[in-house]
């Protein structure tokens, strides 16, 4: 399954196998990428909320606990609405 | 670089063979019970939050989907149904299965703490360890009840949806967990009755195999009885509603009704129809579990409007 297409650069023409590298190699590139973006975007998420939670009336400080909390106040409104 | 051309050329895999090994079609029903669990919880989430943590609890199903890959190769290479798989296929190594699954299963369980909270990292752990060592290691190659205690490792997604948004457990997470858990044997033994031969020969103690047909089809009707209250029981719930119990009762009656018919059904009759029936309660099966828990987002989904729920 070898490339038949004359080479252009006087190189050897492009084994099928590196071709399927290549593939490879690209689509790891661009879960890679999304996985970079993807983080970002939660760092923009995270950051804005806690923002919002500092800016709340009634808290004073920032805490990196904020999510712990939310899921405190979660559970026990969860609690509630079972009991 | 002529020294490629003696490389077995087939044993190269693609980016679409790594992919397969995360079982993209075990993958698409990871993501929508987990997303509905999520959905359908008291406690709203961000958007892009809910994005990543249903994503993460994906890539956690399809690391333990590796392992189970790396782990089975001998079996899977013997099934008509598995053989073409990656690993047993010869183009992926079994080495980089596990490694894939090993590096994908931290990356997730990591990935959805930070994201959410880390009960529901913790739980999504637990249930790649479930499915991995409990299940695909011990159970399914000792036991013919692999499928009943293996279904809890394919029941763990809603609850950690649910995890991701209240951060803890509660009795509707627990009731979406049965509707799966008790809905896996009957679905899987309807599958067996057909493909029966496939784990004969692959020496999978399925409950066909160990106590023959007679037994499973009892078997299969036990469980679509003691499946029903527990379905329609999550309709009173405060994730339930009139729309989620109309569609339980009668997804329930009609599930009770397969296996009725394959409970009364002569093996004879099943082998002269290519098991048309047990092929129906299959597909049927599918239907129940998609149309269970999509009563369930119709539900959450109206709610805002005053219409879902009670």
């Known amino acids: ?83 | 670089m002529s020294d490629l051309s003696a490389l077995d050329h087939n044993r190269d895999a693609g980016f679409g063979d790594y992919l397969a090994l995360l079982k993209p079609r075990v993958m698409s029903l990871v993501v929508f019970t987990a997303a509905v669990g999520l959905l359908v919880a008291p406690v709203g989430v961000h958007p892009y939050v809910a994005f990543t943590a249903i994503l993460f609890i994906a890539l956690g199903g399809g690391a333990s989907g590796a392992l189970n890959m790396w782990y089975d190769a001998d079996i899977d290479a013997v099934m008509r149904r598995t053989k073409s798989r990656p690993v047993p296929a010869g183009r992926v190594a079994p080495s980089e299965a596990l490694g894939l699954g090993l590096a994908l299963s931290g990356i997730s369980v990591v990935m959805l703490g930070l994201a959410a909270n880390w009960f529901a990292a913790a739980f999504l752990a637990f249930t790649i360890f479930f499915y991995a060592v409990v299940y695909t290691m011990w159970l399914k190659r000792s036991t013919p009840q692999n499928i009943v205690i293996g279904g809890a490792a394919g029941a763990f997604p809603p609850m950690i949806g649910w995890a991701v948004a209240t951060g803890g457990i509660s009795v509707e997470s627990v009731l979406m967990f049965l509707l799966i858990f008790l809905w896996t044997p009957p679905h899987f033994w309807a599958l067996a009755l057909f493909m029966n031969s496939d784990y004969t020969e692959a020496k999978v103690p399925m409950l066909t195999v160990t106590h023959g047909r007679r037994a499973t089809r009892a078997h299969i009707l036990a469980y679509t009885l003691i499946l029903a209250p527990f379905a329609v029981a999550t309709g009173f719930t405060s994730i339930g509603g009139p729309i989620y119990l109309v569609t339980s009762v009668v997804l329930n009656a009609m599930f009770i009704a397969g296996g009725w018919t394959l409970w009364r059904r002569p093996e004879a009759a099943a082998e002269a129809d290519k098991y048309k029936a047990e092929k129906q309660v299959f597909r049927f099966s599918l239907l129940y579990l998609f149309l269970h828990f999509g009563a369930l987002l119709a539900e959450a989904a109206l709610r805002p409007w005053g219409l879902g729920g009670w």
């Open chain 1, 1 to 83: 399954m070898t490339d038949q297409r004359a080479p252009r650069t006087g190189f050897p023409p492009e084994h099928e196998l590196h071709r399927r590298r290549f593939g490879r190699n690209l689509g790891l590139g661009l879960v890679l990428a999304a996985f970079v973006a993807l983080v970002f975007g939660l760092t923009i998420v995270k950051i804005t909320n806690l923002d919002h939670a500092q800016d709340a009336p009634g808290v004073s400080g920032g805490s990196a606990t904020t999510g712990t909390a939310t899921a405190r106040t979660a559970t026990a409104r969860t609690g509630a609405a079972t009991g």
